[in-house]
């Protein structure tokens, strides 16, 4: 049945295991109280139908609370997009809930299409969201998501702070990035949509085997849940990867508090005591050295092997000042006999901009 012509979907209650109508709508949705209007980003698919029904139904069971507006992005990449995003326009109508299409415009990447869309879709819903009054944005991520974020990154080689997946509230800039349904397998969500006699949209490049996350959905999860490690399992590792990232964030900041000047002066250079820094564990002492490379360099954050290469150099260097300097990111990093000095590094070429 098409998506305008389903009935409403039904009041959650108590019923079994992977039921929809078991879910507990206010601690689900808790993270939407304390804002004035939550947009949300409704692709047509089952996931982010079912976090417009359940939105719906959970806004519609108080008496007060945030308003609620959707919006589709068309990425204008497949023909069968513009009807889906129609499709969803026209359940909000039947709903009462605002919605707007947002197109991508623009030159598309011979490489990486996807990565370019999903940045564009972001750009698009963020600035829907300034321009409407919305003070957050949410999306319908499940924990089938997660896992897949989490092995993805593993195969990259993220480091701990990758490893602790999507969170489930971020703030970007002037607006949240809510998750509500990051403890929500699929399987719930598709079973929403069923109950609620809503036929939700299927994008092909979700099983497209030229994408990378395709491939890991296909084969690799499975055959590591068949081994017992499912998204369950990838999640609470997820979990403790924040946890542990949560940890040593504070060190840092207690690290940075303790061995650097303050305020920092635009520009630098920054002088630390070489013997404090060495004696910081060493993870702490690459995260305050990324700190400060990204502090004062002019080419934005660096690669974590890239500083990690240049950690070792310190620590190979530890009983002598060793070679006048390295370069990373835009930054001058120097030993000295006492001290370990940060700056600005010189420009590649005569009028180059910082950034």
Known sequence: MPAAEGPPPRRAGRHG???PRSLDLPTLFRSFEGHRKVL???SGGPDSTALLLLAHLWRAEREAGPEIAAATVDHGLRRAA??????????CARLDIPHTILNW?????AAGLQEAARNARYALLAAHAGAIGAGALATAHTSDDQAETV???LLRG????????????RRIGDFVLLRPFLSLPKAVLVATCQAAGVEAAEDPSNTDHRFARARLRAHLLPALAAEGLDAEGLGRFAQRMSRAEA?????????VARLCPAPWADGGPLKLNRSAFLALPEEIGLRLLARLVEHLGHEGPAELGKLEALMRWILDHAGHPGPAGRTLAGALVRLEKDQLVIAAAPLRRAGLPAT
């Open 247 to 255: 940890a040593l964030q504070q060190a840092t900041e207690e690290a």
């Open 17 to 19: 295991a992977g039921d």
């Open 82 to 91: 513009r009807q889906e995003a129609e499709t969803v326009a026209a359940l």
């Open 158 to 169: 993220s480091g701990l702070s990758g490893l602790g997946g999507m969170s489930a509230e």
């Open 105 to 109: 415009e623009g030159d598309r990447p």
């Open 151 to 153: 092995l993805f990154r």
């Open 40 to 42: 949300l980003a409704v």
